[in-house]
């Protein structure tokens, strides 16, 4: 199995792109065609999820992608990654009927309470594997308004080979938030904070990356949604919750609350491989440039100042950086039109417009895609109603879903993805409900546990030169001692 960017760059080997992320070209990539499952392929994948559990059928999954790492290897990262000791459950991700027909998958029960971790474990797991056989480390360097950062440094927590420096905006995230980041107590996760917004953490991290000797010396990388070892772990749960909630008998649709459009992606990826998947349906908030997008055949991105802070904090984005996946599949895979449109237009006008286009059959149809959309209003409605009414506690992305989710319902059973716990976001859930969300007993402590934190409020010299006196992986500059 090899991989190419949507831009045209490869063909390469997994394990390449695994510690590349982002393609030379600007691209992002892709296997250059989809593993299919025939029906029998379902079934025996049903006996494994039954038998042997979710990280043995995970690494089945991965297997069909993988080729360059053997099949006992990956069984182990998948058990490191999947344990009930991080997921307070043998499932892993268990799914159940919420409503008549409306179902919810628990994606959120990994040791950030967010769906992140569901792919982030799986990341930390084969970044150390394949450094390891490398003899190589590398540095993380990120940015966070909450979820990726904390998940990414739990999935980084013993992997011996990486070092992380996680910029998050000063002030701004929930106290369950911070004290889960700036709770952790190891020089190798390193939490600096930065007076201002995401978008000033995210402009740090992209100067420290256009000084390419620096980026080259430290060996810096990234763990955000656009690798695609993240998505190809975000399909398994597709087809594990398929295989729940249908029993192995007949289609399902999905209900996805969406932000960079990773999560779907993986959902039209374990579409195109013959999983029986009905709808796609994106559910958006306020920031609706996806659900514009299938309503118009226009993709147009958001300046910062055009995009709301809302309730359901993880999906308010200006683009969605997965999008170009879906879209280099919808040309019928043309390269050369993506890197037009994406790598040109886009950073021209900051709109696509293909309306008119010959390749554009109807994506509702051909794709499965739906959508939808909510404001705060709804979210508040929907987790006092859900809670009410079925006696349990969601969160306000999830709720996103649930309320685009019951506008959709259909005669197969439609599968909400909860996508975070009520926990981390206290406000929206004494406003729905009239009290705090409880703490479950796993996160008793994340509030006591004492924060440490670097300030960096005096620019990009200054995150540089804290990278360079924090680095526990100081080598000699010179090329013969890498
Ligand atoms: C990241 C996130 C999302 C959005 O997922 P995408 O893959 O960016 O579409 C939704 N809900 C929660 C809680 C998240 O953390």
């Avoid at 700036?182 to 995210?202: A, E, H, L």
Wanted: hydrophobic share 40%; with cysteine.
């Amino acid at each position: 199995m090899k991989y190419i960017s949507t831009r045209g760059h490869g063909p390469m080997s997994f394990t390449d792109i695994l510690l590349e992320g982002l393609a030379p070209d600007g691209g992002l990539y892709l296997p250059q065609s989809y593993p299919q499952l025939s029906s029998d392929d379902l079934r025996s994948l049903g006996e494994i999820l039954v038998d042997e559990g979710y990280a043995q059928f995970a690494a089945e999954i991965l297997h069909l992608f993988i080729d360059d790492i053997p099949m006992h290897d990956l069984e182990q990262v998948c058990r490191r990654a999947y344990t009930k000791a991080k997921f307070g459950t043998d499932l892993i991700a268990p799914v159940d009927e919420l409503e008549p027909g409306l179902w919810l998958a628990h994606l959120s029960q990994g040791p950030t309470a967010a769906f992140k971790d569901m792919a982030m474990q799986v990341l930390g797991q084969l970044f150390n594997y394949e450094l390891t056989r490398r003899d190589q480390t590398m540095t993380i360097l990120g940015a966070t308004s909450g979820d990726t950062g904390s998940a990414a440094e739990f999935a980084l927590l013993d992997a011996s080979r990486v070092q992380v420096f996680m910029l998050s905006p000063l002030g701004r995230m929930t106290a369950f938030q911070r004290g889960q980041m700036y709770g952790i107590d190891t020089d190798r996760i390193v939490n600096v904070t930065v007076p201002g917004s995401f978008d000033d953490c995210q402009d740090l991290v992209k100067a420290v990356n256009a000084d390419a000797e620096f980026k080259s010396r430290h060996s810096i990388g990234a763990v955000n949604s656009i690798n695609w070892a993240r998505l190809v772990a975000q399909v398994v749960y597709y087809i594990s919750s398929w295989f729940q909630a249908s029993g192995g008998e007949g289609p399902v649709s999905f209900t996805v609350p969406s932000g960079n459009f990773g999560n779907i992606c993986a959902g039209h990826v374990a579409r195109m491989m013959g999983t029986p998947i009905s709808h796609l349906v994106c559910a958006t908030n306020e920031n609706n440039v996806l659900a514009e997008f299938f309503a118009t055949g226009v993709y147009r991105i958001r300046t910062s100042t055009e995009t709301f802070v809302t309730s359901s904090p993880s999906m308010d984005i200006s683009k969605a950086s997965n999008f170009e996946r879906f879209f280099f599949d919808l040309t019928g895979r043309d390269a050369d039109e993506v890197r037009r449109l994406f790598g040109e237009e886009l950073n021209r006008s900051g709109v696509i417009n293909i309306r008119d286009k010959v390749y554009v059959t109807d994506p509702a149809r051909v794709y499965g895609f739906q959508t939808g959309v909510s404001t705060h209003a709804d979210r508040v409605a929907t987790i006092a109603d859900v809670f009410r009414r079925d006696g349990y506690l969601i969160d306000p992305h999830t709720a996103d879903a649930v309320k685009v989710a019951r506008e959709h319902l259909g005669p197969e059973p439609m599968i909400a993805l909860e996508t975070a716990l009520p926990v981390k976001f206290g406000s929206i859930t004494q406003e729905a409900i009239g009290r705090v969300p409880p703490i479950p007993a796993r996160f008793a402590q994340v509030m006591e546990a004492e924060q440490h934190t670097v300030l960096c409020d005096r620019g990009v010299d200054q995150l540089k030169q804290i990278i360079e006196q924090r680095s526990i992986f100081r080598r000699d500059p010179s090329p013969q001692a890498w």
